[in-house]
């Protein structure tokens, strides 16, 4: 700006000086022409009155000097010319001058030379006779003048321009002074020249939308920031040339990125082929999605193109952890298909016995055990339909009533009902403790110290024994079952709570197991808010505890 004004005031400056030259020389030359024709023609004015009184005798008496006198008839001749004597010289009818003087009396004219650089005046006026006398004089024309004073001319171009950059560099910065000291922030409150105040009212209008826009802009970031950061889906927003622009906290812990990674090549934080493509493929197509896994967790990405105004100006992916949906889902395969060998197993036992039976090729003295086999595999179909019916109920979350439940009067009432299973498996089984109050479902209660016990003694060895201790550990009721059997081996101890998971298939099938047993303990501690651990050595036995909230009765 301020070079601007600068170069303004001496483009200003220098078309002035070029304009007042211009007039000087202009009218100075005018005036010196306007003051030679006047002394020309009164040199005319004198010679005319010489001739008309001497005639020839007189114009042979003068000099050639400055001044030219010629002397023409009415028809053109020549008659004298003081330089030449007039012989030879061509008829001069044609000329202006002359043909003015014979018609107006008076005449004049002008004409340059070949090189524009002099300029001849002629003056003509008619005699009493009809001859014309002329009068002429060479003149220097305006650029002679020019070339004349070149030197001075550009002596006060040096000088002027000198003095009006001076002036205008100084001019140009106290204009611009108060305007580069302007307040843009409080536009308002400046003391400036008063033709910026619209200016600096339009600033403040625009500052006040600006600051509106970029408030509003922050708060939908805080609140995308917040909705983010909140999210348990990994969320990653890439430019259209892969770079991320936005990350949240699930996303950097997916990929083992850090926050510095904004800004960079989405690849440098996820390499893997599989991811690129979707991505590639999402912005070319519009859509793709992949499944990976990460840490033994299964996720599954979802990859959205952004467009804007018809063009594509980056890609949204978007990571969920399917982990649980995936295992339920192989859960459910795994119990459909487990269900299905564990109805067919008794129901193909019952009809090959009924079979035998109904075609008569069952002698009548092994009827009993046909029928006693019929009996006891419809038993073990009734046991196992009712352990699925138990673990539905509880995977549906169905309301059970909830009361004050003594965990040693429970358990002493299963250990008492278990006493001729024990004593039939050579195991001893014992029961200690004190009373605790607890709050939950008496019959899941029962249920899950039953099953616990029931499996100790199961899977006991001859002469081993079941061990059952109700206690109280800080504010939690506690049911430890202790038993000195096979014990589970480290692999197995995972998932021995899964339906139909059993570690010694052939031991589960004597023992008469649906395998659903620490299935339903599982979920029915969960029910009931409380927790399950197990400790167990192969060959020494296993210790099963279960705890729930105390319920002090005040």
């Given amino acids: 700006m301020t070079k601007k004004i600068f170069w303004s005031i001496m483009l200003a400056a220098g078309a002035v000086l070029a304009a007042s030259l211009v007039v000087i020389m202009g009218c100075l030359y005018s005036y010196f022409s306007n003051i030679q024709g006047k002394q020309l023609q009164d040199e005319l004015a004198l010679a005319v009155a010489a001739v008309e009184r001497n005639g020839k005798e007189y114009l042979e008496k003068v000099q050639p000097g400055q001044y030219r006198l010629t002397w023409v008839a009415g028809n053109g001749d020549v008659l004298y010319d003081t330089q030449s004597g007039g012989a030879g010289m061509e008829n001069h009818a044609d000329r202006q001058e002359i043909r003015e003087a014979l018609l107006n009396r008076e005449g004049k004219s002008s004409r340059y030379s070949t090189t524009l650089l002099e300029k001849t005046l002629y003056y003509a006026q008619r005699l009493e006779d009809g001859s014309v006398l002329r009068i002429s004089v060479s003149s220097v024309t305006v650029w002679v003048l020019v ?158 193109r952004i467009e804007s105004n018809g063009s594509v100006i980056g890609a949204v992916v978007l990571a969920f952890d399917i982990t649980e949906a995936a295992y339920a889902e192989r859960n459910r395969r795994e119990f459909t298909a487990n269900v299905s060998h564990e109805l067919k197993t008794p129901l193909q036992s019952i009809m090959g016995s009924a079979e035998l039976i109904e075609n008569g090729l069952v002698k009548e003295e092994d009827m009993p055990r046909f029928v006693g086999h019929i009996r006891t595999e419809a038993e073990r179909l009734v046991t196992l339909i009712e352990d699925i019916i138990r673990l539905s109920r509880l995977d549906e979350g169905n309301e059970m009533p909830f009361e004050n439940v003594d965990l040693y009067e429970v358990a002493a009432e299963v250990t008492a009902g278990l006493n001729d299973a024990a004593a039939a498996a050579n195991v001893k089984i014992t029961l200690t403790g004190e009373k605790v109050n607890v709050k939950g479902v008496r019959r899941l209660l029962t249920e899950t110290i039953f099953n616990l016990c029931d499996n100790a003694i199961k899977y006991n060895k001859d002469g081993g024994t079941v061990e059952v201790t109700v206690s109280r550990q800080e504010d939690h009721g506690v049911v430890t079952v202790k038993d000195s059997g096979i014990g589970i081996s480290p692999e197995h101890q995972t998932r021995v709570f899964e339906r139909f998971y059993r570690v010694d298939k052939s031991r589960s099938k004597e023992s008469g197991g649906t395998g659903l047993g620490l299935s339903i303990v599982k979920h029915a501690v969960q029910y009931m808010n409380g927790k399950i651990d197990l400790h167990s050595t192969p060959g020494e036995g296993t210790d099963i505890q279960i705890s729930f909230q105390e319920n002090k009765i005040m």
Avoid at 181 to 204: G, K, V
Wanted: glycine fraction near 4%; hydrophobic fraction near 40%.
């Fill in 147 to 304: 070339l004349g004073m070149i030197q001075p001319i550009l002596i006060v171009i040096t000088v002027a321009l000198i003095i009006s950059g001076i002036l205008a560099s100084r001019i140009s910065h106290h204009i611009m002074e108060p305007l580069n000291s302007l307040d843009l922030e409080r536009p308002l409150e400046n003391d400036t020249y008063e033709e910026i105040a619209p200016l600096l009212n339009r600033i403040n209008k625009q500052h006040r939308q600006i600051a509106m826009q970029m408030s509003e802009l922050q708060r939908r970031s805080d609140e995308f920031a917040q909705i983010t950061r909140g999210m348990t889906e990994g969320l990653v927003l890439l430019n259209e040339k892969n770079m991320i622009i936005s990350i949240n906290p699930a996303a950097l812990k997916l990929f083992h990125a850090e926050e510095s990674c904004k800004g960079k090549d989405f690849l440098i934080i996820e390499r893997s082929p599989h991811v690129s493509h979707a991505i590639q493929d999402a912005l070319s197509n519009g859509h793709s999605e992949i499944r990976i896994e990460r840490e033994g967790k299964e996720y599954q990405i979802h990859v959205n």
